[in-house]
């Protein structure tokens, strides 16, 4: 976990994390972890800390995680081919989280191993993740746009019944 790292210990001195907090997570089936490291660089870059859950990460864990920090959005990564699997599973149980009802949850990768990426997308949405990002549709710039179009520390924007404008 690098949640611990102040941008200057980083040594990014000059870097501006004020945005908010994002956890960036794979799912317990999937041991890879470039595509993490490359995400946390480019969530920094746009100005959130991040708390990096890493590879083979348990429900259990990421719930927990959650929980204890609130994040101003999670980030889930899967390429091994189960993220749909995995993905349809953890979201209830993230949604279920007070904390969490509203705050923006995404998935992206390589979440299957068919061609059948359409009905994933529409699926994981219907199931509560606010974005999907596949694979065969440019993932990292639709992700830049939609966290370029993310408010900063989204949920001082969430009305008093909880439901976000
Ligand atoms: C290295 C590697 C491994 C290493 C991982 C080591 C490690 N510590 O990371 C090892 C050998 C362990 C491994 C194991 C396996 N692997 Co592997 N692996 C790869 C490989 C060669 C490179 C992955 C990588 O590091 N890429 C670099 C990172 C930076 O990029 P990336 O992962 O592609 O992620 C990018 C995008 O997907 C996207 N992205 C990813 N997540 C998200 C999330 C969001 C929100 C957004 C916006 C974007 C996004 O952005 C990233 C940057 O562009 C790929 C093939 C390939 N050339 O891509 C296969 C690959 C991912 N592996 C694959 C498979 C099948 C496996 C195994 C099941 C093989 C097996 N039978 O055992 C196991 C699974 C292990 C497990 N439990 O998860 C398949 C997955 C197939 C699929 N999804 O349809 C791939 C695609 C190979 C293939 N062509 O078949 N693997």
Known sequence: MSG??????????????????????????????W????LQLL??????????LGPCVPDDLLVAQ??????DMVVI???NGHGYQDGMRVIHQLRAL???????????????TDEDGARRV?????????????????????FRGFLSAMQPNERLLETADGVRR
Do not use: M
Request: hydrophobic share 45%; charged share 15%; glycine share 8%.
């Open 4 to 33: 611990d790292q102040s941008p200057a210990s980083a040594g990014g001195a000059e870097a501006d994390w004020s945005k908010g907090t994002v956890i960036v997570t794979s799912l317990a089936s999937d041991s890879h972890t």
């Open 35 to 38: 595509n993490l490291v490359f």
């Open 43 to 52: 969530i920094e870059e746009c100005g959130y800390r991040v708390v990096n």
């Open 66 to 71: 959650c929980h204890a920090l609130d994040p």
């Open 77 to 79: 990564s899967s390429v």
């Open 98 to 112: 007070a904390p969490l009802a509203a705050t923006p949850i995404v998935i992206g990768g390589k979440l299957g």
């Open 122 to 142: 529409a699926e994981l949405t219907a199931a509560g993740f606010d974005a999907v990002f596949e694979d065969a549709h440019d993932p990292v710039t639709a």
